[in-house]
């Protein structure tokens, strides 16, 4: 079943879907309100409840949440009632530790197979957060460079590492860009300034350099992690 567009309502100012079949669409509007901070961690997600708001059935509320539960978006209790998930400072580190491993190795391949075109896809994402106008796009944009990195690298495994851990990473990373932006209010600018510096370095092809460089990027937010006890 499948549907040409609905609106979810409510004061969060979404457009309108445009065709999908409803479990993708319930999905993906109820990971972006999540990932964009609109459903604290912790907040009860009621099967009926949303199925009204987003005028669909029970069916499609409860196949969506059941693969946002996958991704770690969702949890379950034991009763079976669904909640927002709470991710500690823990949580956090761990997947710290995780890009650390990852990406500073996909760095290096990337800096030798990167084609003309990666590099011009970089670079409209780049030239896109320039005229964003929210953390919350700014976030999107950010995750979304570093999966243009990882899928140059041409290394189907680092790949689908990586991917196995991109929606905690757009949790991690939207929380802590919020945070971020509260002390700081230069996410974008720092961001932009960080991406531009990759591209410069795997431009020149040393595999050293841009390992050195995409360690140091992930090591710069570390500072950052003890403002996660604030969202645990």
Known sequence: MSV???????????PKLK????????EARLRDEIIQGLHEPGTMLSEPVLSSALGVSRSPVREALLILERDGIVEFDERGRTRVATMTAADFEDLYLLRLAVEPMVAVHTAAEATAADYAALEANIATMQNSTSVAEISQLDIEFHGLLVAASRRPRLIATWRSLRPSLELWLAALHR????????????TIESHQ?????????????????????????????PEMHELS
């Open 179 to 190: 945070q971020h932006e509260k002390i700081t209010g230069r996410v974008k600018e720092i």
């Open 197 to 225: 510096e990759l591209i410069e370095i795997l431009r020149k092809g040393d595999g050293v350099s841009i390992e050195k460089l995409m360690r140091g990027h992930i090591e710069g937010w570390y500072q950052w992690l």
């Open 19 to 26: 065709r999908q079949t409803l479990t993708q669409a319930v």
């Open 4 to 14: 040409d567009q609905f609106s979810a309502g409510g004061s969060t100012g979404q």
